[in-house]
Structure formats: C-alpha cells, structure tokens
C-alpha cells in the first residue's frame, strides 16, 4: 500500500494511507537508506520501499516539497536579501516560491507598491493580514507539501494561527509549537489542511547561505527570471553582470526594465559565491 509519511518519532513512522494513519516500523535496508517526513513509501507489515524524491531537504528534514511561502512585512524591516536566497533555493529544488505579504491593514501604500514592482515578474506574491484573519489567498495556495519561512516576528505563528483556527487540536498544538521559536523541536511534521499538508519547519527562518546557494557564481543569473531575456544581451559568455562593459543586465538595470533593488541583491549574493 502507498502511503505518505506524515511524522517520525524514534523508529516508527505515521503513514498516511487513504485516509488513515498507521504507525510502522521501516525495513532493515530501508532504514539505512533513510526515511524522511514528505516520502512517498509502500507500507507492508513495514515500510518496504521509499518512491523516488523530488526534492530533499537536510535542514529541515523533509522531502518532496511543493510550495514554500515566503513570509515578510513591513514590521521588521524585510529582509529581501534572505527572500531572494530563499526564492533561489526553491527554484534549485524544484519548489514553488510564493511571497507572502503580511499585516496587510498596517502596511503604507508606498511599501505595497515598491514590493510589486520588486517582485513583478519573479515569484506569485500575494497580501493577507493574521490579525484581521483575512487569509483567503493563502489558504487557496495551500497544496501538496508546504512549508512557511521568513525573518522571526513577520507572523508566520500567527497565520498558522489563523489558518487552523479552532481546528487546533486536529494538528496537535502546531502553532503553539511554532510560537516556542528557538525552543521548537527540530522533528518535522506534516499537518493536513484541505487537500495539502503544511510542514512546521522552524528551522527553515534560520537557513544559512550555504544550504541555499548550492550554485557556481557563473549559475546564478539563470535563476533570476527578471534576467534571463537581457542574458543574450552580453558581449560576453562568461559575463557575471556586475563590472563589465557591454553587459546586457546591467544596461536593462539603467532602463529601468529590471529593478534596482533586485539587481543590488543580486550582486550582494554574487560577492558571496565569489
């Protein structure tokens, strides 16, 4: 029977099979091998096999993630830098990024607008507000395996808050968990909402740029889609787009066609690859 693995805890596993959940053990070799939160298995009397990943994360553990939202306000002051990087490591895995504004009700228009204008073209960016409990946008975006990240104190406990509402008991204190910050356990969960589950994945406000940029300086344009039609634009093959002449990038940045603090990021994470 195939199943997915929603929890581990010591050697057992909660498998989710049509519906159900059963607790299993995995198979000598299997276990060698490896099991994470978000494998697709078959189930006999023990796991027996675990299906090919799409994606794999060490930090948190867990595999096969379809959406990661992205999570920043205007209260802190967003951290764009850290949005970028993790907008790249989506794109590397095979993830959908998707920028989640929230605190809609207190942000000041010109903040809105520059956010847009930002991200216009790059990732699906959507606004919403805990406080007010207007989630809609997000909860239609909550399918296959999702994981929220972002800067401490941006709200992600609090829309995990408003998601689950009452239902809080069905996903076993998720959100209280979430809202231990540095005390949360390191143990990956899935929790079900709807059609998709979602991940408490703590651990992934704190990712380092080494887990991230798994890419070569040369690499790094190519997961920029606000770059990737002025590429061909460069004198040269090997341009890196930050110093030199006749660079189709940096001329597209003078136009206005690609915004300026997107390409200023870019060249902040350029220096750390180099």
């Known amino acids: 029977m195939k199943g997915l693995v929603l929890k581990k805890n010591a050697g057992l596993y909660d498998v989710e099979i049509d519906n159900k959940i059963l607790s299993v053990k995995a198979s000598g070799n299997v276990k060698k091998s490896g099991v994470y939160v978000g494998d697709y298995v078959d189930v006999g009397e023990s ?13 948190p553990p867990l595999a096969n993630l379809d959406r990661l939202f992205i999570v920043i306000s205007f209260v802190p002051k967003p951290d764009l830098v850290l949005a970028d990087k993790l907008i790249l490591y989506c794109l590397c895995k095979g993830i959908e990024p998707i920028i989640v504004v929230n605190k809609e009700d207190i942000l000041p228009k010109d903040f809105c607008k520059e956010i847009k204008e930002i991200y216009k073209g790059v990732v699906k960016l959507i606004f919403v507000s805990a406080e007010k409990n207007n989630i809609s ?17 941006v709200g992600k406990s ?7 509402g009452s239902r809080e008991a069905e996903i076993g204190g998720l959100s209280k ?10 143990l990956t969960s899935l929790y079900k909402f709807g059609k998709g589950y979602i ?9 380092d740029a080494k887990l991230v940029l798994n890419i070569t300086p040369q690499e790094l344009s190519r997961y920029y889609p606000d770059f990737i039609k002025f590429i061909p634009n460069c004198k040269f093959r090997s341009c890196l787009h930050d110093n030199a002449k006749d660079c189709g990038i940096i ?10 603090i997107r390409y200023q990021n870019y060249l902040k994470i350029l220096s750390e690859l180099k």
Not at 47 to 59: C, F, Q
Not at 138 to 149: D, P, S, V
Not at 199 to 207: E, K, R, V, Y
Not at 251 to 260: C, F, S
Request: overall charge positive.
């Open 47 to 59: 796991i027996i096999k675990v299906y090919e990943r799409k994606n794999s994360l060490i930090r």
């Open 137 to 153: 946008a997000l909860t239609k975006e909550i399918k296959g395996i999702c994981a929220f990240a972002g800067q401490s104190a």
């Open 158 to 164: 609090s829309l995990i808050n408003s998601i689950y």
């Open 177 to 186: 968990k979430v809202e231990r910050g540095k005390q949360t356990t390191r």
């Open 199 to 207: 991940a408490d994945t703590a651990g992934f406000s704190l990712l």
């Open 251 to 260: 001329e597209a940045v003078k136009q206005g066609k690609i915004n300026q």
